[in-house]
T-cell receptor, first 112, second 108 residues
């Protein structure tokens, strides 16, 4: 079975641009969460979606938004990119959201 | 105060040694607990869930003390392949909170 897949794997953007990151969960998983990991820190929670509804949001500005589609895949959008948005963006899926989560390989975003 | 705090290490141990480290969490209403391992520039991978009664998975033993809000991980008979960063993770209301990780290096 395929695990969590994310695209693209690497991305370079310029300050002020917009980016869309994509995630496909493990088959049968209905919950998708997004995390940001900067070097030397643990992942930080951005959003969780379950059954296409936002269930939780971390301490991130409104420039960050996400959605979940009927097939449970998800997109993370970041507007007006800042240098500080450079990070590894991780998507995790789980059955309903309270149990073990499984991560994709991440999208490494560099803002220049 | 950080939600999950870990000793960053590094713990540098010889093959075959036992290494143990722990984390503390601040939210007493946290509902589930995990250890993940993360290799350099890779995604976190679930190592094991942690239960109040304590649990083992091969050479790995995890303990949870809800009263003290403390979680531990012990690795016996360390292998070179155990070299990684170990992330302590706490779940509260669908949100996973991660510690910054404990780096373990096993040397030959």
């Amino acid at each position: 079975d395929a695990g969590v897949t994310q695209s693209p794997t690497h991305l370079i953007k310029t300050r002020g641009q917009h980016v869309t990151l994509r995630c496909s969960p493990i088959s049968g998983h209905k919950s998708v969460s997004w995390y940001q990991q900067v070097l030397g820190q643990g992942p930080q929670f951005i959003f969780q979606y379950y059954e296409k509804e936002e269930r939780g949001r971390g301490n991130f500005p409104d420039r960050f938004s996400a959605r979940q589609f009927p097939n449970y895949s998800s997109e993370l959008n970041v507007n007006a990119l800042l240098l500080g948005d450079s990070a590894l963006y991780l998507c995790a899926s789980s059955l309903v959201g309270r149990e073990e989560a499984f991560f994709g390989q991440g999208t490494r975003l560099t803002v220049v | 105060r950080k939600e999950v705090e870990q000793d960053p290490g590094p713990f540098n141990v010889p093959e075959g040694a036992t290494v143990a480290f722990n984390c503390t969490y601040s939210n007493s209403a946290s509902q589930s607990f995990f250890w993940y391992r993360q290799d350099c520039r890779k995604e976190p991978k679930l190592l094991m869930s942690v239960y109040s009664s304590g649990n083992e998975d091969g050479r790995f033993t995890a303990q949870l003390n809800r009263a003290s809000q403390y979680i531990s991980l012990l690795i016996r008979d360390s292998k070179l392949s155990d070299s990684a960063t170990y992330l302590c993770v706490v779940n509260h209301d669908y949100k996973l909170s991660f510690g910054a990780g404990t780096t373990v290096t096993v040397r030959a």
